[in-house]
């Protein structure tokens, strides 16, 4: 059962460019948290989607960031006009459903924004 | 909002040495979780403590949920190099009021030295 898969785990973007981040969840999970974490710093919660859906995200700037999981397809993370404060690690986790307390991370996608 | 502290923040000490992290917290929680963070990867999760007062043994690592289910530590016995990481605590979602998400504690960087 392959984990987790993200792509790219390293992503370059001029300031202005768009960033698409991509996560394909474990097989069988239909619920996905994406996750920043700044150098040197813990993880901070963005948004938790289901499939279509997106259950919460209170932790997602309310510019630039968007999210989505289609029925079909791996989630999507998208940052527009990036600035170089976008700058970090994006993870994101995969659950076989709500309030299941398993999570498991991707490796993660280094952003960097020059 | 539920604050998760973790100290020490940052720790280096020799192969071979004991050590204990903690994680604590004004507010109860029904259960929480350890995960360890190797650098350049993805979070794993270690374990989940749910009962107050519970001890969960993980070969050389044990964790302890405090009675009041309020904090919560991680002895590492005889360190290795391989436990060389960033040690993030977190509550499970309740899902109360619409929250799904995941509060990471602040994290204790750990470096064994060779």
């Known amino acids: 059962n392959a984990g987790v898969m993200q792509n790219p785990r390293h992503l370059v973007r001029r300031r202005g460019q768009e960033a698409r981040l991509r996560c394909s969840p474990m097989?069988?999970?239909?619920?996905v948290y994406w996750y920043r974490q700044l150098p040197e710093e813990g993880l901070k919660f963005m948004v938790y989607?289901?499939?279509?859906?997106?259950?919460?995200e209170s932790g997602m700037p309310k510019e630039r960031f968007s999210a989505e999981f289609p029925k079909e397809g791996p989630s999507i993370l998208r940052i527009q006009q990036v600035v170089r404060g976008d700058s970090a690690a994006y993870f994101c986790?995969?659950?076989?459903?709500?309030?299941?307390?398993?999570?498991?991370f991707g490796p993660g996608t280094r952003l960097t924004v020059t | 909002t539920q604050l998760l502290e973790q100290s020490p923040q940052f720790l280096s000490i020799q192969e071979g040495e004991n050590l204990t992290v903690y994680c604590n917290s004004s507010s109860v929680f029904s259960s929480l979780q350890w995960y360890r963070q190797e650098p350049g990867e993805g979070p794993v999760l270690l374990v989940t403590v749910v009962t107050g007062g519970e001890v969960k043994k993980l070969k050389r690592l044990t964790f302890q949920f405090g009675d009041a289910r309020k904090d919560s530590s991680l002895h590492i016995t005889a360190a290795q190099t391989g436990d060389t990481g960033l040690y993030l605590c977190a509550p499970p979602p309740r899902g109360t009021s619409g929250t799904y998400k995941y509060i990471f504690g602040t994290g204790t960087r750990l470096k064994v030295l060779a």
């Open positions: 986790a995969s659950s076989p459903g709500p309030l299941s307390y398993e999570q498991y």
């Open positions: 989607l289901q499939k279509e859906n997106i259950i919460d």
């Open positions: 097989k069988g999970h239909s619920h």
